[in-house]
């Protein structure tokens, strides 16, 4: 079957670090996309795994372990603003480009 | 505005009646992908297309639902009948390939309420 996990919820302050946790069992990999989607909004692209290691892009990075079917996403410095939903999604094998995705993870950013 | 164009923003329709919902994507991208998001729970696939192709529609329910992307115009989602099951947030995206490191870009979203 197809699995994507993510904690539902969490709490950080304003200014810290936080790391959200993605663990994914698919039929095939093509890659690991991170999204964030405030309330109401479209899901916006934030970073794209597809080897494993760690993609930096200013206060986001996104590290990726295939063999252990694991991927984060860390953001650095909150802002008030990074008060989001993030969603994992894997895009799995085969010729299709669908994306599967995980229920998220709500991120509430305290002052 | 060069991104993701979906209409209406919101959809009342009855119990019975017909929803049609559009997308437009991005200049440039010929692939387009419907996602349903029911709430409290995540994006959900539905249908892939290309112009006048639909490449996988393994998400989409077998009955009343029905996809399309013609050489001109937009794409339409097609909800017949519609049941009180059916109210969610539809979501389309598009991407300019099928593979690599092209993400999807989302449009805003129809959400559809069934009275």
């Known amino acids: 079957g197809q699995n994507i996990d993510q904690p539902t919820e969490m709490t950080a302050t304003e200014g810290a670090i936080v790391q959200i946790n993605c663990t994914y069992q698919t039929s095939g990999f093509n890659g690991l996309f991170w999204y964030q989607q405030h309330a109401g909004e479209a899901p916006t692209f934030l970073s794209y795994?597809?080897?494993?290691g760690l993609e930096e892009k200013g206060r986001f990075s996104s590290f990726l372990s295939r063999s252990k079917g694991y991927s984060y996403l860390l953001l650095k410095e909150l802002q008030m603003k990074d008060s989001a939903s993030y969603l994992c999604?894997?895009?799995?094998?085969?010729?299709?480009?669908?994306?599967?995705f995980g229920t998220g993870t709500l991120l509430a950013v305290q002052p | 505005n060069a991104g993701v164009m979906q209409n209406p923003r919101h959809l009342v329709r009855r119990r019975g009646q017909e929803a049609r919902l559009r997308c437009s994507p991005m200049?440039?991208?010929?692939?387009v992908y419907w996602y349903r998001q029911l709430p409290e729970e995540g994006l959900k696939f539905m249908v892939y297309l290309q112009k006048e192709n639909i490449i996988d529609e393994s998400g989409m329910p077998k009955e009343r639902f029905s996809a399309e992307f013609p050489k001109e115009g937009p794409s339409i989602l097609r909800i017949q009948q519609v049941v009180r099951g059916d109210s969610a947030a539809y979501f389309c995206?598009?991407?300019?390939?099928?593979?690599?490191?092209?993400?999807?870009?989302f449009g805003d979203g129809t959400r559809l309420s069934i009275l």
């Open positions: 200049k440039g991208h010929s692939h």
């Open positions: 795994n597809v080897l494993d």
């Open positions: 995206a598009s991407s300019p390939a099928g593979l690599g490191n092209q993400p999807q870009h």
């Open positions: 999604a894997v895009r799995g094998g085969g010729a299709t480009n669908k994306l599967i």
